[in-house]
């Protein structure tokens, strides 16, 4: 079934792989229902549906498209959820999991029609690296806020916390720990940090120990809880719209750079059954909508597995039934403070920020709109934002330079819709 020998791989080279991807990628079970929490959802059911929407995911990755590719809801998807929709926008999370049903759904029909790869061609590179950036910029201000290491102030807006806390020591114990074993590659090493630290808070009182493992908890607070009665609103489509861009980059870049590590790619560097992963991927956002959690995404933590030696869609099955077993973990999940999850939120700040290193830094028009994308997004609190201004940016500082043949229909389109947005939020 997965044509094992002809990848060059053994059952027990797919067994190590399917579980080192879900070592490197487990903190996502702690970290998800922490972000999606501060939208007022149940934290136990978004736990569930972390795991139930990673499960089925990456069940369609590895049955239907045959790659070693794990899924979960993604890291800056479900921040722009949590901060940006519900408490920016004033969206209720049940109209923002709207939101996430209908961008998959859009994914779904973009990737049976191939208009995936108009769509990806239409924008400039720049944008693309630098909304990478600034979603990692934007989730490093929401871990220093989460560990109280910035905090508001009247006249600066933010400032410098009370650091000689036990919380921030730990916090920042724990990112250091988790930057040194990743950097010596020590698989699960940001899950080692996030347990590390939470266990140093049990005998200072900073964290409750309730047990290891248990039946999985009630999923019906967040089970086909979405509400789409906004769905003609302009700032619900500029939500559906901006998931629906971060994830369909994300996935395409996560689906390149993993099938490059494991020499998946044919002789032009192109993906074999590509629409069959990225309709794995469309699925599993509009599964994990209807379960209860932001969109699902591809992860480049599979990679870990595909160094591994992982080549067929039997790692991703692995991978899956490692999720499958992570659900009757929910107390261990459930002891995890606030401060543990901060520091791999950091850490993965930082591995996302790698995208400014991508930007022509030798031309004015590409790193000026890379830079304003960058910056405003946790200027803003807002990834919508950054992506608005930097797009606009990037038009205007294209076309008054004298070129305007750099510049797409589609992006000028876009451009113009956000200068409608910002007008219409600002009446």
Sequence with gaps: MFQLAQHGTTVRTELVAGVTTFLTMAYI??????????????????????CIAAIIGTLIMGLVANYPIALAPGMGLNAFFAFTVVLTYGFTWQEALGAVFCSGVLFVLLSIFKVREAIINAFPRVLKMA??????????????????????????YITLGNLVQWPIILMILGFVLIVVLNHHKVIGGTVIGILAVALLGLPLGLTEYTGLVSMPPDVTPTLLALDLSRIFELTFLIVVFTLLFVDVFDTAGTLIGVSHRAQLLDEQDRLPRMKQALLADSSATVAGALVGTSNTTSYIESAAGASVGGRTGLTAVVTAACFGLAL??????????????????????????????EIDWNDTTEYVPGVVTAIAMPLTFSIAAGIGLGMITYVLVKLFSGKFKQVSWPVIGLAVAFCVFFAVEGL
Excluded: W
């Design 29 to 50: 079970i702690f970290v998800n229902p922490e972000i999606l929490s501060a939208a007022g959802m149940d934290r136990d059911a978004v736990f569930v549906a972390t």
């Design 131 to 156: 909304t990478s950036a600034g979603i990692g910029l934007f989730l490093g201000i929401i871990a220093l806020k989460n560990a109280g290491i910035v905090v508001a102030h009247p006249a600066t």
């Design 328 to 357: 009757f973990m929910a107390p261990l999940a459930g002891m995890i403070p606030a401060y543990a999850t901060a520091a791999a939120l950091l850490y993965v700040a930082c591995v996302m920020a790698q995208g400014l290193t």
